[in-house]
């Protein structure tokens, strides 16, 4: 692992890691109290519509996916806070819309074969340096937003309906929180992919629940185990040759599972809790 | 004379076309305490609600102490029915209460030392500050209860709303809420749902049938009219044995 680390590859891997799991673990505690999970998949999916388009016309993929997973997030909200009874029906339309548009897209760019595995799974090996500073101006802006508004966060989190009777703006901050989840999911594609994206932004906080007080502990611990399984992952996949989002996510379930044996022999609930 | 605390006026709601309050007028006096009493799906909850603004009427007018219902909401305190809300949610008992100190104009600062001032003593006044550091989920019902009553005194309300206070603690602590309330409404108009006929006999001074339509007393009687109107009502006149006369005399022969 340590002779890795010469390579610039290797060390923006490394920082990309760490960055992207500090975003996840913040926003990644967000959805899961808010239980927007469903969502944060279906922005994450529908995104892949955006790096499609991005090939076709030529523009970068990520500034792509980024505009579909933002454009998305707000339709999403928009539905979720309209027609609540039929949100995840159409939520899910949307996901698989956004896929399909992707693939069409980039079968009629004429010439060019994508490699589509990179997307689906992530390639945290081939993060460039440039993306590191986008990623850490990114991290830098979540991080804000969320210590800015962090009690207005808590309380829509905690009492939807309190928030909006003592006059917090509950839909705009709804609106944020989806905005940030999309910037999130654009970040963490590079890292473990869009298919894999969910458990990164869940695991970790669904741990750190049981082990917190507070929603900023929530979101630190998070922050650190999400760490945790992602170096893990990358030195396991470095060290056996394996696809390194996939082993990510492998480590973050094992995570998942041993933590949720400890917590049924402690008797600190299971699942159901 | 003083703006009514609430002053609803030929107020009409309905969800998805089936009506739910119909034709609802009902001036409130400030410093009045008033139970209403009405079947459960009779529009209790709805009715306030539309007090808190978070619903808006099809019809009709609400003031709140002179206002639109939203633009009070720094004015009106509100402990909802259901408190085992995201009972996982990692939260202790102090943040719960310092929501009462959230306003819309001082969106992004820090809570003050006068907001923990505020808090602490609410929590005091209910009883439940020593639990401040709990989490929130290892409360009991009473107890979790205590903490959205705190959280709605430290907003400092000059109107309190309660949506079945007593619907999952034990008699005890009905008894002490009721007592607390009592002293409370010496400062603040206080408006309560409750199941109980007997509580509402002992403690308020108005009271209100809700079953679609709203029937109002004046004197905290409850009539035969409200009765005809809601008649799960007796049912828990018999059921408690209240101490109290609560059926007005002419009904008796």
Redesign the interface.
């Known amino acids: 692992m340590w002779e890795a680390l010469q390579f610039d590859f290797m060390r923006n891997a490394l920082l990309a890691g760490v960055l992207v799991s500090i975003s996840c673990g913040i926003i990644g505690s967000l959805v899961v109290v808010n239980r927007i999970v469903f969502i944060s998949g279906g922005i994450a999916h529908a995104a892949f519509g955006g790096i499609g388009l991005a090939f076709f016309l030529g523009f970068s993929p990520s500034l792509g996916a980024a505009l579909f997973a933002v454009g998305v997030s707000i339709i999403m909200g928009a539905v979720s806070f309209k027609s609540k009874h039929r949100a995840d029906t159409i939520i899910g339309v949307l996901w698989a819309i956004g896929m399909a548009l992707g693939i069409i897209l980039i079968d009629l760019t004429p010439g060019y074969h994508v490699d589509l595995m990179s997307y689906l799974f992530g390639s945290i090996l081939t993060v460039p340096g440039s993306d590191i500073w986008i990623i850490i101006v990114l991290n830098i802006g979540i991080l804000l937003t969320v210590l800015i508004f962090y009690k207005e966060f808590i309380a829509m989190s905690y009492d939807e309906e309190f928030a909006f009777i003592v006059g917090i703006p509950v839909k705009p901050l709804y609106f944020v929180l989806l905005g940030m989840t999309a910037l999130a999911v654009v970040m963490t594609i590079q890292v473990v992919g869009l298919i894999l994206i969910i458990a990164l932004l869940t695991i970790p906080p669904y741990i750190a629940e049981k082990y917190t007080k507070s929603l900023g502990g929530m979101m630190t611990l998070s922050s650190i185990l999400g760490i945790f399984f992602t170096l893990g992952g990358l030195w396991l996949s470095y060290s056996y040759d394996l696809t390194s989002g996939a082993t990510i996510i492998l480590v973050a379930g094992v995570g998942f599972f041993i933590f949720q044996a400890v917590g049924l022999l402690k008797g600190r609930g299971g699942i159901t809790r | 004379m003083t703006v009514p605390a609430i002053d609803m006026n030929g107020v009409w709601f309905s969800y998805d076309r089936t009506p739910i309050l119909e034709d609802v007028t009902l001036t409130l006096k400030q410093g009045d305490f008033l139970g209403i009493i009405g079947p459960n799906g009779g529009g209790k909850t709805t009715l306030l609600k539309l007090l808190?603004?978070?619903l808006k009427p099809d019809r009709g007018t609400i003031k709140i102490l002179g206002e639109a219902p939203?633009d009070a909401?720094?004015r009106?305190g509100?402990v909802?029915q259901n408190t085992d809300?995201?009972i996982?949610?990692?939260?202790?008992v102090m943040?719960?209460a310092?929501?009462?100190r959230?306003?819309?104009?001082r969106?992004?600062k820090?809570?003050s030392r006068n907001d923990r001032t505020k808090v602490e003593e609410s929590l005091k006044k209910t009883g439940i500050w020593n639990h401040r550091?709990s989490?929130i989920g290892r409360l009991s019902g009473g107890q979790r209860q205590r903490v959205f009553i705190a959280?709605a005194l430290a907003?400092d309300p000059e109107i309190l709303l309660l949506d079945e206070p007593t619907a999952s603690v034990d008699p005890e602590f009905e008894m002490d809420l009721f007592d607390f309330l009592r002293e409370l409404n010496k400062k603040v108009t206080i408006v309560a749902i409750t199941h109980d006929v007997g509580v509402i006999s002992r403690n308020v001074k108005s009271v209100a049938c809700v079953n679609k339509s709203l029937i109002y007393h004046e004197e905290g009687q409850i009539t035969a009219e409200m009765i005809d109107m809601a008649y799960q009502c007796p049912v828990d006149l018999i059921a408690h044995g209240i101490p109290h006369r609560v059926l007005p005399t002419h009904r008796e022969k």
């Open positions: 808190l603004g978070v939203h909401n720094h009106v509100y909802p809300l995201n996982t949610f990692p939260i202790s943040e719960v310092l929501m009462g959230l306003s819309r104009s969106i992004g820090r809570y550091h989490p959280r907003t």
